[in-house]
């Protein structure tokens, strides 16, 4: 005859369980649509910060004109055209420290001589340690990169038509050293990496004079 559990053995089955469901809940959400900002100030909640020479970034929320989305609509815009060739401005979030991310943004490149790169950042420690993955108008391709002590080094490249003044969606998956990017819907890369294993906050990045539009940034992690 078979023994009816034990209380303990009951209460350990039941913690399990519950433990299992909470792990199950989905990270919240944080998106960054730049609508409720005044037009002619950088965006409230980021910081600005460059790798790299040259002159500073300058992220200016304007509207955007004509709108994509059929109303009025503010977008955040790096407009600084300085043409330093190894220089990085940076916009990063203030709040969260994330270690597993998805970050999605909508990206315009308009203009660039030199370059017209845009790029998601994640597991940022300073204006020199960051991961970074973007794609290129001019080179007509999508690479990732960390960035150490301010060198940064590509670990993986997919050549794929960038758009000049089209609106793209890049999407970044970040697991352990697992890292997943999809531009426009389609994946484009797959790739793994130990450099930076801690949390870090996440943001934004261009390249020497590309100006480019961005909207709709969105973080969901832990």
């Not at 913690?15 to 100030?41: C, M, N």
């Not at 391709?141 to 890049?170: D, E, M, P």
Request: aromatic share 10%; proline share 5%.
């Amino acid at each position: 005859m078979s023994k009816a559990p034990c209380n303990s053995t009951v209460a350990a089955l039941a913690g399990l369980l519950i433990a299992a469901a909470l792990g199950a809940v989905e990270p919240p959400v944080k998106v960054y649509d730049f609508d409720a900002e005044a037009v002619g100030s950088p965006p409230a909640g980021f910081e600005l910060a460059r790798t790299g020479r040259g002159a500073p970034g300058v992220w200016v929320v304007r509207t955007e004109s004509p709108s994509s989305t059929g109303k009025a609509n503010h977008v955040l815009v790096q407009e600084s055209k300085d043409p330093t060739d190894y220089r990085f401005p940076l916009c990063v979030a203030t709040q969260g420290q994330y270690q597993d991310v998805t970050l999605s943004v909508r990206a315009k490149p308009l203009s660039g001589e030199v370059d017209q790169g845009f790029g998601l950042v994640w597991r940022y420690r300073d204006a020199d340690n960051y991961y970074l993955t973007r794609c290129n108008a001019d080179e007509d391709n999508c690479t990732i990169y960390h960035v150490v002590k301010g060198v940064r080094r590509s670990f993986q490249n997919h050549s794929i038509k960038v758009a000049t003044r089209t609106w793209h969606t890049l999407k970044l998956d970040a697991r352990g050293p697992h890292f997943v990017v999809w531009f426009d819907g389609t994946q484009v890369l797959d790739a793994t990496d130990d450099t930076f294993k801690a949390a870090g906050r996440v943001g934004l990045w261009t390249k020497a004079d590309s100006v480019i539009q961005f909207d709709d940034f969105t973080v969901q992690g832990h």
